[in-house]
């Protein structure tokens, strides 16, 4: 608590964080699936400030003065943000007893909302290739425009995006790498997290701070049959419905995920953080009945409303001195 309310913000230790900030800049923007990650959420929200990422310009980051930080800090770091999470054997009086010492109301102040809305509901859609002569093989992402872990359909693309990527009994796995071989990795996830309804920063972005992202990468022969493979099975999704024994394989594994990530004390409270954060803390609570509740005909519609072959930006990254597109 004292260190939230009173840091120091030394000059030699602001520059020790500076210069290892940009080492895991340069070190992360250096990793194919980052560089296609960032480039994806740059067109998939174009129209909003999501399309920055948190450290994307080396200039910037090392001309940040002491005094700039310092009114930074007491602009957003104030005691109306605070969010305070506890796992364990907490004694939760004690705990209210100390905050209210180090944060009395008297000190509460609002904080301007940031507005966090895209200009448009229409999710941006095409290609980007982007030639790289440091990687022999096409490292491709694929990226759709969701929903915010607050919204219903939060559930059934977590189900979906279990069945179309994240096990080994997943389409893209069986069709890729199960039974051709067609790829080293190949996986799916759902992001919620780049932005929040109620962050940090208590950003209102009801309508849409969410994505689906389809990474893998292979042989640059294979990039016709893999590309086939991955708009088939979503393909497969909004014309089909998913079979029932599929259906509980993929929610028994969402669920299993879900408390396999709070066996770790840290993952736990940053999981209530994120539902906290986003007004849904309740709704974490009951994770396992909201996600049993899904069925076959909620998978194919958020498949028909979000991931259409069609739809969302394809980005690949190729060997090569070809023209970027």
């Not at 693309?157 to 790498?177: C, D, P």
């Not at 640059?220 to 493979?229: A, S, T, Y």
């Amino acid at each position: 608590c004292d260190v939230i309310r009173n840091p120091v913000f030394l000059e030699e230790k602001i520059n020790n964080q500076r210069n290892v900030t940009v080492q895991e800049h340069r070190k992360r923007s250096s990793e194919p699936e980052t560089i296609l990650m960032d480039r994806i959420y740059r067109t998939l929200y174009c129209d909003t400030p999501l399309e920055r990422a948190v450290v994307d310009d080396e200039k910037i980051l090392r001309e940040i003065k002491r005094a700039e930080l310092i009114a930074r800090y007491h602009a957003w770091y104030v005691p109306s943000q605070l969010i305070v999470i506890g796992v364990g054997p907490i004694d939760i009086e004690k705990v209210k007893d100390i905050i209210t010492e180090y944060f009395p109301d008297a000190e509460k102040k609002t904080v301007s909302p940031t507005a966090i809305l895209p200009t448009t509901t229409e999710s941006p859609s095409g290609k980007i290739i982007i030639p790289s002569t440091g990687s022999k093989q096409v490292h491709m992402m694929a990226g759709f425009r969701t929903v915010s872990r607050s919204h219903p359909d939060f559930y059934p693309l977590r189900v979906f995006s279990m069945i179309v990527g994240e096990s080994n009994n997943s389409r893209f796995f069986r069709k890729t790498r199960g039974v051709e071989g067609l790829v080293y990795k190949i996986t799916s996830h759902y992001d919620t997290v780049r932005s929040s309804q109620q962050s940090v920063l208590r950003a209102d972005c009801t309508l849409y701070h969410g994505a689906i992202r389809i990474y893998s990468y292979f042989e640059p022969g294979n990039i016709r049959k893999v590309e086939n493979i991955i708009k088939g099975a979503l393909q497969d999704l909004t014309e089909n419905l998913v079979s029932l024994e599929e259906l509980e394989r993929s929610k028994r594994g969402v669920v299993g995920k879900h408390f396999q990530a709070m066996q770790g004390t840290h993952q736990h409270m940053r999981m209530l953080f994120a539902a906290e954060a986003n007004n849904s803390i309740e709704d974490f609570f009951m994770f396992e009945e909201k996600i049993q509740a899904i069925n076959a005909e909620d998978v194919q519609r958020v498949a028909r409303a979000y991931c259409k072959p069609n739809q969302g930006v394809w980005a690949m990254l190729k060997p090569g001195n070809g023209n970027q597109k």
